[in-house]
């Protein structure tokens, strides 16, 4: 890439700067969610989910330079075995219910502007949230979903 389209990406994509127990805490959610990825029977995925957590266990209480040595190496191990295809929630983007059906909108089911009392008074996203500004997630006008990183923008 062109370092000054890396430098503009860099720019627009927030930096976090995670403390260090952070950062095992998203290790560690990856690394099961990998596993899920892998696994499909879910006894065999316990079991493998307490080992994953023994081995996590293990290193809790080491010095910092070994700390920050081992988080380097699962996360290096956790790039090792990305699936190819992750598993993702059948209503995400990526899955095999998304947008299946979505809600009509209120003005298709009723033209003359008379809503019923018990009508919902929400507009939802594509994954079927509801769109809160707030959030960012707000689905108002037009939604990009990508679905090679199964995401939505």
Same mark, same amino acid.
């Given at each position: 890439?062109? @370092?000054?389209? &890396?430098? #503009?990406?860099?720019?627009?994509?927030? &930096?976090?700067?995670?403390?260090?127990?952070? *950062?095992?805490?998203?290790?560690?959610? %990856?690394? /099961?969610?990998?596993?899920?990825?892998?696994?499909? =029977?879910?006894?065999? +995925?316990?079991?493998?989910?307490?080992?994953?957590?023994?081995?996590?266990? =293990?290193?809790?209480?080491?010095?910092? #330079?070994? #700390?920050?040595?081992? /988080?380097?190496?699962?996360? *290096?191990? $956790?790039?090792?075995?990305?699936?190819?295809?992750?598993?993702?929630?059948?209503?995400?983007?990526? !899955?095999? /219910?998304?947008?299946?059906? @979505?809600?009509?909108?209120?003005?298709?089911? +009723?033209?003359? !502007?008379?809503?019923?009392?018990? $009508?919902?008074?929400?507009?939802?996203?594509?994954?079927?949230?509801?769109? %809160?500004? *707030?959030?960012? %997630?707000? #689905?108002?006008?037009?939604?990009?979903?990508?679905?090679?990183?199964?995401?939505?923008?």
């Amino acid at each position: 890439m062109n @370092p000054t389209f &890396r430098a #503009a990406g860099d720019q627009w994509r927030q &930096r976090l700067n995670l403390s260090h127990p952070q *950062e095992v805490c998203r290790l560690y959610r %990856k690394s /099961l969610k990998l596993l899920n990825s892998w696994v499909i =029977d879910r006894i065999i +995925f316990n079991e493998e989910a307490t080992l994953l957590r023994a081995r996590f266990d =293990d290193n809790k209480a080491v010095n910092s #330079a070994a #700390a920050s040595r081992l /988080l380097r190496e699962g996360q *290096e191990e $956790a790039f090792e075995f990305m699936h190819p295809d992750p598993y993702c929630v059948p209503w995400m983007p990526g !899955g095999s /219910l998304f947008m299946r059906n @979505p809600p009509p909108p209120l003005v298709v089911c +009723f033209p003359d !502007g008379n809503y019923p009392e018990d $009508a919902p008074k929400v507009t939802f996203n594509p994954d079927m949230s509801v769109c %809160k500004p *707030e959030t960012g %997630k707000s #689905a108002v006008g037009q939604v990009i979903v990508d679905f090679s990183t199964k995401s939505m923008t």
